[in-house]
């Protein structure tokens, strides 16, 4: 792992930082923007540990962050520039690149091109990049992913305050006496701040409210859970807010001196009250107005939101609606009260800092405002400034589509998968006259790249990043880039050089980039805009290079503070009055029910994977928690569609198919569906969710409503289903329905197909070896077959040692995933234990540790029934005994549903 410096072998050049020596940097993955020690071990591992000191994590880690070390390998890493498909010089690609954007801006003008970036960028990169296209292409067709997470919260910030302000800091979780958690699953997408949460719950009785359609980890670990009706959360806090002003709650010397409007936004919640809510929810009213007394009768209270209220067609009316009823009764920017906005990636919020949205200038200043953009112009000396809003993510797709962009650069993001109606952007994608791609691996986008540029990854990249709670943080290098990788921001200043802007994009380094970047946040900002980083407009390089986590806003003239930095407590909002708006958010019409398509389908994120598994599909620990798409169903649905619980289904939209396996759980609402978003056609065949869902959009926002739309659902006919382990990656998967993972040692494979197999041998050879029989003189070929009852099972071996093994039966495989992987470790197996791997059962010698659980700790659902069984009668007890449950707490949850499946025999007896 990480061995070697021969950049034409791909391997990463010695640790930028001397052996055995930490580098603080700040983790790739969620918004929490927790802190890292990284320190790379003179065999070219890398140990990964919390930064003690980092004030949003304090030393701790997920089991994401804590596998980082396992994803730092390069396989299927771009080393090199391509130009059609063709390994190039970096010169030639760069020089095609911006002869072809100058060309066709020529031609078609500025708005024929367009960037499309991401959240994995850090700040440096994104604020070049933004330059660039609005201030010397003279377009704000610059769009991000993080328009896909978060674009409904910075739409009713800017609404309500004047500017895309999150006003409290992490601290309040702990601060607060209640906390509601709407649309956000925040025990596994944001483990480290539910570790905190939970922390404050146990030691002082912080009470929690879920609020969302599905139970899950979250909500298991609540007071209240309220499994609302999906998109319903509009008029559930319309019915909160009548509910305070019917019961006296307003805070009168706050409306009355820091806000306006509160009276529309009253009428249209009066219009719902608390019979509408109920109505809207499908939850009792007796339990909808005990969650309303407790809200009201609760001063520190913190509502957190995430994508179950950002990814929805009325994604900005549902933020409106929350912070309606934080302005109504003053708690806003208090310690312990506020809404509070979680992100999902690194640097969305740095993005949204820099302008890197198409509705955005730059440094929080408006498009729409001629003084903002004749200030930025100024500042930049640029030839032109984009004086209209640009094309947001789903309308730059369709744009691509129809011919109007004709030239796209892609980073570091992968659209081809994240996007809704993602065949439809392949299809864009494939017939772009011109596609560029900077990225770090090759994925389902990198594909259609005309031009392919290798970027520099986390761990060998070099800026800051800022967390959900505006806090910046560096990100540091302890790697060398292999191969030919470069930075971001150094790639985008090259082209921009050729294109003639040379003396604009001269920079030296990132910390020159910063340094302009925090100096643009403060030119002619006097105080009034929210977003002011001048105070570090001055850094020098070592400066940069050691500053610790702040805070923004750090004008130059405020001195630094002691703790966490709130705004909004005494008014003071970014509007041209510097007062907030309340806004009317009036309930939208019920969605009209389509009898062909009679389910509602929910997307998000499971407990260990990101994205779509460019990173944490490296690592065998993540994969193996969840290692295939997955689709919840409540049995009532299930029964309803003849659907059986670990049998696969087929997933149908009016926009595409989805194959996975059917999880039957009552923790899924009845009439809704869930499935994750992470599988890709490089893990699976037919396993992209974004594939089913609707491109429709926020009016406001123009964030697309990825949980709301219209699926049907029936069996997947197969002929025969198989698993299988495998010492190296299968060169073919011809199969109708395979998902395959990272394992120890090797590779894990599902797979099923509708027509049944001539010869399951050859089917085996070929994935062992990608060879007839026979073909491999040296392979030894183990088999046992019943072919009256379909079950076939076959295992190689070369020079004693486990090529692969393989199942297959008529209906889903009985065989423990988790002891049949460990047999991957195992050295020259004989005998016995051949015949064991072939009958797929463990023995004492071989003990069965049971579907994963822990990741952190690789402890099975089996290793935590048994130490239950041995006396361990508490999630705590367990962890005491087997680790589970101790480091990242994520897997606390399923801990808990073990003991409480494990204790009720028990409590029969």
Same mark, same amino acid.
């Given at each position: 792992?990480?061995?070697?410096?021969?950049?034409?072998?791909?391997?990463?050049?010695?640790?930028?930082?001397?052996?055995?020596?930490?580098?603080?940097?700040?983790?790739?993955?969620?918004?929490?923007?927790?802190?890292?020690?990284?320190?790379?071990?003179?065999?070219?591992?890398?140990?990964?540990?919390?930064?003690?000191?980092?004030?949003?994590?304090?030393?701790?880690?997920?089991?994401?962050?804590?596998?980082?070390?396992?994803?730092?390998?390069?396989?299927?890493?771009?080393?090199?520039?391509?130009?059609?498909?063709?390994?190039?010089?970096?010169?030639?690609?760069?020089?095609?690149?911006?002869?072809?954007?100058?060309?066709?801006?020529?031609?078609?003008?500025?708005?024929?091109?367009?960037?499309?970036?991401?959240?994995?960028?850090?700040?440096?990169?994104?604020?070049?990049?933004?330059?660039?296209?609005?201030?010397?292409?003279?377009?704000?067709?610059?769009?991000?992913?993080?328009?896909?997470?978060?674009?409904?919260?910075?739409?009713?910030?800017?609404?309500? =305050?004047?500017?895309?302000?999150?006003?409290?800091?992490?601290?309040?979780?702990?601060?607060?006496?209640?906390?509601?958690?709407?649309?956000?699953?925040?025990?596994?997408?944001?483990?480290?701040? =539910?570790?905190?949460?939970?922390?404050?719950?146990?030691?002082?009785?912080?009470?929690?409210?879920?609020?969302?359609?599905?139970?899950?980890?979250?909500?298991?670990?609540?007071?209240?859970?309220?499994?609302?009706?999906?998109?319903?959360?509009?008029?559930?806090?319309?019915?909160?807010?009548?509910?305070?002003?019917?019961?006296?709650? @307003?805070?009168?010397?706050?409306?009355?001196?820091?806000?306006?409007?509160?009276?529309?936004?009253?009428?249209?919640?009066?219009?719902?009250?608390?019979?509408?809510?109920?109505?809207?929810?499908?939850?009792?009213?007796?339990?909808?107005?005990?969650?309303?007394?407790?809200?009201?009768?609760?001063?520190?209270?913190?509502?957190?939101?995430?994508?179950?209220?950002?990814?929805?067609?009325?994604?900005?009316?549902?933020?409106?609606?929350?912070?309606?009823?934080?302005?109504?009764?003053?708690?806003?920017?208090?310690?312990?009260?506020?809404?509070?906005?979680?992100?999902?990636?690194?640097?969305?919020?740095?993005?949204?800092?820099?302008?890197?949205?198409?509705?955005?200038?730059?440094?929080?200043?408006?498009?729409?405002?001629?003084?903002?953009?004749?200030?930025?112009?100024?500042?930049?000396?640029?030839?032109?400034?984009?004086?209209?809003?640009? +094309?947001?993510?789903?309308?730059?797709?369709?744009?691509?589509?129809?011919?109007?962009?004709?030239?796209?650069?892609?980073?570091?993001?992968?659209?081809?998968?994240?996007?809704?109606?993602?065949?439809?952007?392949?299809?864009?994608?494939?017939?772009?006259?011109?596609?560029?791609?900077?990225?770090?691996?090759?994925?389902?986008?990198?594909?259609? @790249?005309?031009?392919?540029?290798?970027?520099?990854?986390?761990?060998?990249?070099?800026?800051?990043?800022?967390?959900?709670?505006?806090?910046?943080?560096?990100?540091?290098?302890?790697?060398?880039?292999?191969?030919?990788?470069?930075?971001?921001?150094?790639?985008?200043?090259?082209?921009?050089?050729?294109?003639? =802007?040379?003396?604009?994009?001269?920079?030296?380094?990132?910390?020159?980039?910063?340094?302009?970047?925090?100096?643009?946040?403060?030119?002619?900002?006097?105080?009034?805009?929210?977003?002011?980083?001048?105070?570090?407009?001055?850094?020098?390089?070592?400066?940069?290079?050691?500053?610790?986590?702040?805070?923004?806003?750090?004008?130059?003239?405020?001195?630094?503070?002691?703790?966490?930095?709130?705004?909004?407590?005494?008014?003071?909002?970014?509007?041209?009055?510097?007062?907030?708006?309340?806004?009317?958010?009036?309930?939208?019409?019920?969605?009209?029910?389509?009898?062909?398509?009679?389910?509602?389908?929910?997307?998000?994120?499971?407990?260990?994977?990101?994205?779509?598994?460019?990173?944490?599909?490296?690592?065998?620990?993540?994969?193996?928690? +969840?290692?295939?798409? +997955?689709?919840?169903?409540?049995?009532?649905?299930?029964?309803?569609?003849?659907?059986?619980?670990?049998?696969?289904?087929?997933?149908?939209?009016?926009?595409?198919?989805?194959?996975?396996?059917?999880?039957?759980?009552?923790?899924?609402?009845?009439?809704?569906?869930?499935?994750?978003?992470?599988?890709?056609?490089?893990?699976?065949?037919?396993?992209?969710?974004?594939?089913?869902?609707?491109?429709?959009?926020?009016?406001?926002?123009?964030?697309?409503?990825?949980?709301?739309?219209?699926?049907?659902?029936?069996?997947?006919?197969?002929?025969?289903?198989?698993?299988?382990?495998?010492?190296?990656?299968?060169?073919?998967?011809?199969?109708?329905?395979?998902?395959?993972?990272?394992?120890?040692?090797?590779?894990?494979?599902?797979?099923?197909?509708?027509?049944?197999?001539?010869?399951?041998?050859?089917?085996?050879?070929?994935?062992?070896?990608?060879?007839?029989?026979?073909?491999?003189?040296?392979?030894?070929?183990?088999?046992?077959?019943?072919?009256?009852?379909?079950?076939?099972?076959?295992?190689?071996?070369?020079?004693?040692?486990?090529?692969?093994?393989?199942?297959?039966?008529?209906?889903?495989?009985?065989?423990?995933?988790?002891?049949?992987?460990?047999?991957?470790?195992?050295?020259?197996?004989?005998?016995?234990?051949?015949?064991?791997? +072939?009958?797929?059962?463990?023995?004492?010698?071989?003990?069965?540790?049971?579907?994963?659980?822990?990741?952190?700790?690789?402890?099975?659902?089996?290793?935590?029934?048994?130490?239950?069984?041995?006396?361990?009668?508490?999630?705590?007890?367990?962890?005491?005994?087997?680790?589970?449950?101790?480091?990242?707490?994520?897997?606390?949850?399923?801990?808990?549903?073990?003991?409480?499946?494990?204790?009720?025999?028990?409590?029969?007896?």
């Amino acid at each position: 792992m990480l061995a070697g410096d021969d950049t034409q072998s791909g391997g990463h050049g010695p640790g930028l930082a001397p052996a055995n020596a930490g580098v603080k940097t700040a983790c790739p993955y969620c918004g929490v923007g927790c802190g890292i020690v990284a320190t790379p071990r003179p065999d070219g591992a890398v140990d990964i540990g919390g930064d003690a000191e980092h004030p949003a994590n304090f030393g701790r880690l997920c089991s994401k962050g804590s596998a980082l070390g396992e994803t730092l390998d390069l396989d299927d890493r771009l080393l090199v520039p391509e130009i059609d498909g063709q390994r190039a010089s970096w010169d030639a690609a760069l020089a095609r690149v911006a002869e072809t954007f100058s060309a066709t801006i020529a031609a078609h003008g500025p708005d024929s091109v367009a960037l499309y970036v991401s959240g994995q960028l850090l700040t440096e990169d994104y604020y070049v990049a933004n330059k660039l296209m609005k201030g010397f292409v003279g377009s704000a067709n610059i769009d991000t992913n993080s328009r896909l997470c978060m674009a409904s919260s910075v739409a009713g910030h800017v609404r309500a =305050f004047g500017s895309d302000t999150v006003p409290g800091a992490y601290e309040d979780l702990e601060t607060a006496d209640l906390v509601v958690l709407v649309g956000s699953n925040l025990a596994w997408c944001h483990p480290v701040l =539910f570790q905190r949460l939970a922390a404050a719950k146990a030691g002082r009785g912080t009470r929690i409210v879920t609020i969302d359609p599905r139970a899950t980890a979250s909500s298991e670990a609540s007071d209240l859970h309220l499994a609302v009706a999906p998109d319903s959360d509009v008029a559930l806090f319309a019915g909160l807010l009548d509910h305070l002003e019917r019961e006296g709650c @307003a805070d009168r010397a706050y409306i009355e001196a820091h806000t306006r409007d509160a009276e529309p936004a009253l009428a249209a919640a009066r219009a719902c009250g608390l019979a509408g809510a109920a109505a809207a929810t499908g939850i009792d009213e007796h339990r909808l107005a005990a969650f309303y007394r407790l809200w009201a009768g609760t001063p520190r209270v913190v509502t957190v939101y995430s994508q179950g209220v950002n990814q929805s067609v009325v994604g900005t009316d549902k933020v409106s609606a929350i912070i309606n009823c934080h302005l109504f009764t003053g708690r806003i920017g208090r310690a312990g009260a506020g809404p509070f906005s979680v992100t999902g990636q690194p640097n969305a919020m740095g993005g949204r800092e820099v302008g890197g949205l198409a509705n955005m200038l730059a440094a929080h200043m408006s498009l729409a405002d001629p003084g903002h953009r004749d200030l930025v112009q100024r500042f930049w000396r640029s030839p032109v400034i984009a004086d209209r809003p640009g +094309l947001k993510a789903v309308d730059m797709f369709r744009a691509v589509a129809d011919g109007r962009i004709k030239a796209l650069w892609i980073m570091s993001t992968n659209p081809a998968d994240s996007l809704p109606k993602a065949d439809a952007a392949v299809a864009a994608l494939a017939n772009c006259p011109f596609v560029v791609v900077s990225d770090i691996v090759r994925t389902d986008t990198t594909r259609h @790249a005309h031009v392919l540029l290798p970027a520099a990854g986390w761990g060998e990249k070099s800026g800051t990043v800022t967390n959900s709670e505006r806090r910046i943080s560096r990100q540091r290098a302890f790697l060398a880039p292999p191969g030919e990788a470069r930075a971001d921001w150094r790639i985008i200043c090259d082209v921009a050089a050729r294109m003639g =802007f040379a003396e604009a994009f001269a920079f030296a380094s990132e910390a020159e980039v910063f340094r302009e970047h925090a100096a643009l946040s403060a030119h002619g900002n006097d105080g009034s805009r929210d977003f002011d980083i001048g105070g570090l407009a001055d850094l020098g390089d070592a400066a940069y290079a050691d500053l610790a986590p702040v805070q923004w806003p750090r004008a130059r003239t405020t001195a630094a503070p002691e703790g966490p930095i709130r705004l909004f407590a005494d008014g003071g909002f970014f509007t041209a009055d510097r007062r907030a708006r309340f806004v009317a958010t009036p309930l939208a019409p019920a969605r009209a029910a389509d009898p062909r398509f009679p389910l509602i389908l929910n997307t998000g994120r499971i407990r260990d994977q990101w994205h779509t598994m460019t990173r944490t599909g490296k690592s065998p620990r993540l994969m193996g928690h +969840l290692a295939e798409p +997955l689709c919840e169903i409540h049995p009532a649905d299930a029964a309803a569609h003849a659907i059986a619980t670990a049998s696969l289904v087929q997933l149908e939209s009016p926009h595409g198919t989805m194959l996975a396996r059917a999880l039957v759980t009552e923790r899924q609402r009845r009439g809704s569906v869930f499935a994750a978003m992470h599988w890709t056609d490089q893990f699976a065949a037919k396993g992209r969710v974004d594939a089913l869902v609707d491109d429709a959009v926020d009016p406001v926002s123009g964030q697309p409503g990825l949980k709301g739309s219209a699926v049907r659902i029936q069996p997947f006919a197969a002929a025969w289903h198989g698993f299988a382990i495998l010492r190296e990656r299968p060169r073919r998967l011809g199969f109708a329905y395979w998902a395959l993972a990272k394992a120890v040692g090797g590779w894990r494979l599902e797979l099923a197909d509708t027509a049944a197999a001539d010869d399951f041998a050859a089917l085996a050879s070929d994935l062992f070896t990608g060879e007839e029989p026979g073909g491999d003189a040296l392979l030894e070929l183990l088999s046992y077959r019943d072919r009256r009852h379909g079950h076939h099972r076959f295992a190689a071996f070369r020079d004693g040692d486990l090529v692969g093994a393989i199942w297959i039966a008529p209906g889903p495989v009985a065989v423990s995933r988790a002891w049949a992987v460990e047999r991957l470790a195992e050295q020259a197996p004989t005998g016995a234990r051949r015949l064991r791997l +072939l009958s797929g059962r463990a023995a004492a010698d071989q003990p069965d540790p049971g579907a994963l659980v822990c990741s952190c700790f690789s402890v099975g659902a089996n290793q935590i029934a048994a130490a239950i069984a041995e006396g361990a009668a508490s999630v705590e007890a367990v962890g005491a005994v087997v680790r589970a449950g101790t480091n990242c707490g994520s897997c606390r949850g399923e801990i808990g549903r073990i003991l409480a499946t494990q204790q009720l025999p028990a409590a029969a007896e």
